[in-house]
């Protein structure tokens, strides 16, 4: 084994030393292969980055010819993979394998590095592959980190929160098995997209994630510009697009068409093309038309409350897909990831996994349904969580109850939503839970953070997890500085709570930052 896998962190970045161990971990992941003859399980997370990431080790697989079955849940615990990782003997059931027959290989992707201990207790350690770019869980049984193989950019020192995402990981990997691969670099970038790592100059990706976007552009599969950053802009109709755009999320406009469509005819824009009724795109508008249109909406938006910073991001990189058709909603990448999303969050991880796989006809229909289900549900529930003031401020966080009401698998999308909206404090972490729709004692918890706090030393991914030990929860959960999650009792929520506030107030205190407070002009729902 790699020697690299016991150093959990170094200092500076090592990207050379993160390309040649992806190398290594490949030879000897394609060994086992060869020499086991197993059938390969992708288990991948269920949002945009992880679906992305499925994808890509899915066609990197059939490519070398290797048998596999893919699936797309949740979180790695017992509850969501317990029936194909542990293989429970049933009253019944054939013979154990023998050591000639066929095994399940694993390979976890866009997870795997917080949920180490679990893997290390349910799995066969020399039967998994992780490629992650989450926080790695610190286990006390330090074998696990060598027994399986690993990928994750935090033991380089690289930041997996913003320079690479899960689909970036599982993109080096799958070039590494094969440089043809590298015609999957943009569902490399739609997992970066996903996960919000545009947080470079103008919105764009950096770090290694330019890597990906150099490979995809010099093969012509993406082109990458700066625009107006709106939802549907090749396939909507102008007031649709912006009705649609909710990131940033632009106060008086988002989610009202009717608003949209009297704001953009007080413009004078043409609605329709010329001698035609077909209705005219954000990508139709002349030089002329967008720069009206763009000083219209700062206009508003400034006058509607939204900070400058906000409203910057209006404009920024987009990553257009080359050879999609303009009326797909996947030409523009953030769309594709918010396709993937949608499918995912909402159960229909297979869809979404056939979407980036290339899909365009019935499955592809399909998904189509699940974004307008989707962005339904988003808007009622921002509609629920400003009418019944349902996010109380406790110390150093505001928290989002959205009991039975909020799906448990949308509430942190729509905590993400709500700090990009003005109507919620961004001085402090927002936190939401909402019960489980099989299991009403079981909350789901996500935090949300924007990167202001991050700067200043919070990092809710190690928050939570040190907050679960503190009150003896044995549940897989963390993620990033910016954004975490975790399912707990329902009756240890108020000892939760409680504890990660103190937690976060440390975190910003030990790095000079005064905890947060919300100014006293702060709107709250
Ligand atoms: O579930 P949610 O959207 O709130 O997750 C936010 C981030 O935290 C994601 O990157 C997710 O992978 C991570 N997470 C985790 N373990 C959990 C739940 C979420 O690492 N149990
Ligand atoms: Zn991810």
């Known amino acids: 084994m ?50 992305s990431a499925g994808a890509i080790m899915a066609l990197a697989l059939k490519r070398q010819g290797v048998p596999f079955q893919a699936r797309v849940v949740k979180q790695i615990s017992a509850k969501y993979i317990g029936d194909i990782v542990t293989a429970k003997k049933q009253p019944g059931d054939a013979p154990p394998q023998d050591d000639s ?22 799995v066969k350690r020399d039967r998994v ?55 999957l670099a943009p569902m490399a970038i739609t997992g970066a997209l996903g996960d919000i790592q545009d947080k470079g100059d103008k919105t764009s990706l950096t ?52 608003a949209c469509m009297n704001f953009v005819q007080r413009l004078r824009i043409p609605a329709k093309q010329a001698n035609s009724e077909k209705p005219r795109t954000v990508s139709d508008l002349t030089k002329e038309e967008k720069s009206t249109l763009v000083s219209a909406i700062i206009e508003w938006s400034l006058k509607h409350g939204m900070s400058s910073t906000m409203i910057k991001n209006l404009i920024g990189n987009i990553y257009v897909l ?24 909402l159960g ?63 509430i942190g999308t729509l905590l993400s939503m709500l700090l990009t909206s003005r109507h919620v404090s961004i001085e402090m972490p927002l936190i939401g839970w909402a019960t489980l729709k099989d299991d009403p004692e079981t909350v789901k918890v996500s935090a949300r953070s924007v990167q202001d706090l991050v700067d200043k030393g919070l990092n809710l991914g190690t928050a939570i997890r040190d907050v679960l030990k503190e009150i003896d929860v044995d549940s ?32 910003l205190q030990s790095n000079g930052s005064t905890p947060p407070t919300p100014k006293k002009t702060q709107s709250w729902i």
């Open 207 to 258: 770090g290694m994630n330019r890597i990906i976007v150099d490979d995809a552009k010099n093969l012509k599969l993406v082109s990458e510009a700066i625009d107006l950053k709106v939802f549907g802009r090749y396939s909507r109709p102008i007031h649709l697009a912006l009705s649609f755009t909710t990131d940033p999320f632009l106060p008086g406009l988002s989610g009202d068409e009717t």
């Open 348 to 410: 229909y991880g297979g869809i979404g996994l056939a979407i980036a796989m290339g899909d365009r006809k019935e499955i592809f229909a399909e998904g189509q349904h699940a974004i307008t289900e989707y962005r339904k549900r988003i808007a009622n529930y921002m509609d629920w969580v400003q009418t019944t003031g349902a996010i109380k401020k406790r110390d150093n966080l505001q928290v989002l109850e959205g009991a039975a009401y909020i799906d448990d698998a949308m």
């Open 101 to 122: 027959e066929p095994e399940k290989f694993f390979v976890f992707t866009d997870f795997g590095s917080g949920q180490l201990d679990f893997l290390g207790k349910n």
């Open 129 to 183: 592959l992780i490629l992650d770019h989450h926080e790695i869980e610190d286990v006390k049984d330090k074998a696990i980190l060598s027994d399986m193989l690993h990928v994750n950019p935090w033991l380089f020192g690289i930041n997996g929160s913003l320079e690479i995402s899960g689909a970036g990981v599982a993109y080096m990997f799958a070039k590494a098995m094969d440089p043809a691969n590298a015609v």
């Open 2 to 51: 790699h020697e690299q896998q016991l150093v959990v962190r170094t200092p500076t970045p090592d990207y050379d030393g993160f390309l040649a161990y992806i190398s290594s971990v490949k030879d000897q992941f394609l060994k086992k292969l060869e020499h086991e003859k197993a059938t390969v399980f992708i288990i991948t997370h269920h949002d945009a980055d992880g679906i």
């Open 322 to 345: 080359e050879n999609e058709d303009l009326s797909t909603n996947l030409k523009d990448l953030r769309e594709f990831a918010s396709v993937l999303n949608s499918c995912g969050r």
């Open 476 to 507: 897989p959960g963390g993620g990033h500085a910016p954004a975490a999650g975790v399912e707990i009792p329902m009756a240890k929520l108020d000892k939760f709570l409680k504890a990660l506030g103190k937690k976060i107030a440390v975190q």
